[in-house]
Structures are given as C-alpha cells and as structure tokens.
C-alpha cells in the first residue's frame, strides 16, 4: 500500500471519543522526527495519537529500536507493537522474544464492536 492510498488519521477527539478521557497518547513531532515512516502515519502518531484499549494496549511509548519503531505493548497479550521502517508495517512480537512478527487486524474498542482504528495503522487482535 502506497503512502497515498493510507486514509486520513481519526481527529484526536475521535480517538479519545471511543477510547476514553485520558487513554490517548501522542507522539511530539520530536518522538518521530528522524522515524522512516509513510508521513501520513507519522503526523497520525502526533495528530491523533494510539488509544490505550483494556485488554489490548496497555502502554504506548515512541522510540526507536533496531529493527523497528515501538508504539506500544499489552500486558496481558504479551505483545509489543512496533512499526517497520520504510513500509510502516504494523506488527506484533513477543515481548519475551519467544515469538516472530506477525501483522495485526483491526482494533475494536470492545470485542466485537466497531473498528477503532489508531495512528499510524496500530491495530490488534482482540
């Protein structure tokens, strides 16, 4: 998928909307300034931000590691979310490493309700 065919970010409110006062982090435009990402995903890091999602996503932080750029991690899925340079793929590892890469699916806010879909295509199995 080219870089024209992302859709456009949710509005931060959007994302907060569904996810919840206080359950939205974004990124500073410092964060992911220098990251090999499709510029819509990286302004959708810092315009709307990845939604912390119970169960899902319980912790969002922005930095850089070798082979990707981490956006979050689920405690109780022991996955870390991270990015692929240049393609902005979205994958989940093992935290413990025990584990490969595999792409991820659409974020509901719920099992089985709509889509939330957050910055920068992170997105997770329920």
């Known amino acids: 998928m080219s870089s024209a065919d992302l859709p456009l970010p949710p509005a931060c ?13 974004r990124a500073s435009e410092l964060d992911v300034a220098t990251w090999r ?17 119970d169960d899902l996503v319980s912790a969002v932080a922005f930095h850089a590691e070798p082979t990707r750029y981490r956006l979050a991690s689920s405690d109780d899925l022991d996955w870390v979310y991270g ?6 793929e979205v994958r989940a590892w093992s935290s413990d490493g025990s584990s490969g890469a595999r792409p991820v ?22």
């Open 13 to 25: 409110e959007a994302v907060t909307a569904r996810a919840g006062a206080g359950r939205v982090v």
């Open 37 to 53: 990402l499709p510029e819509p995903q990286r302004a959708a890091l810092v315009s709307a931000g990845v939604p912390l999602v």
């Open 83 to 88: 990015a692929a340079p240049g393609t902005g």
């Open 105 to 126: 699916a659409p974020l509901t806010a719920a099992r089985g309700t709509a889509p939330i879909h957050g910055a920068a295509g992170l997105v997770v199995v329920p």
